[in-house]
Nanobody, 125 residues
Framework: EVQLVESGGGLVQAGGSLRLSCAAS????????IGWFRQVPGKEREGVSC????????YYADSVKGRFTISSDNAKNTVYLQMNSLKPEDTAVYYC??????????????????WGEGTLVTVSS
């Protein structure tokens, strides 16, 4: 059974930093695409960042470029999202998602096969 468990969310002041972790189990961590998505009430879930194992390619939404960094530790089966210079508009529930088919790039929301439960990030002004 594939499981994705997010951690690292919390409350931070604007300008601060958080690092989210996504611990994966139950699937081969050698050929995958893992992404971070976020959602606020009343809005669609949006892609934030994605990483693909086959070529190391990464994707960032325009709204987070230069502030967020995605990375992976295959030995720990964990993907991280380092979030710096946080803004109140970054407030959302952040979800980790995975697929073993990263051919569509960046992998859209509907292309992800497995999802975590989410972790709340709140940025105060």
């Amino acid at each position: 059974e594939v499981q994705l468990v997010e951690s690292g969310g919390g409350l931070v002041q604007a300008g601060g930093s958080l690092r989210l972790s996504c611990a994966a189990s139950g699937f081969t961590f050698d050929d995958y695409a893992i992404g971070w998505f976020r959602q606020v009430p009343g809005k669609e879930r949006e892609g934030v960042s994605c990483i693909r194992s086959s070529d190391g390619n990464t994707y960032y939404a325009d709204s987070v470029k230069g502030r967020f960094t995605i990375s992976s530790d295959n030995a720990k089966n964990t993907v991280y999202l380092q979030m710096n210079s946080l803004k109140p508009e970054d407030t959302a529930v952040y979800y980790c998602a995975a697929t073993d088919d990263g051919s569509s790039w960046p992998v859209p929301t509907y292309g992800m096969d497995y999802w975590g439960e989410g972790t709340l990030v709140t940025v105060s002004s």
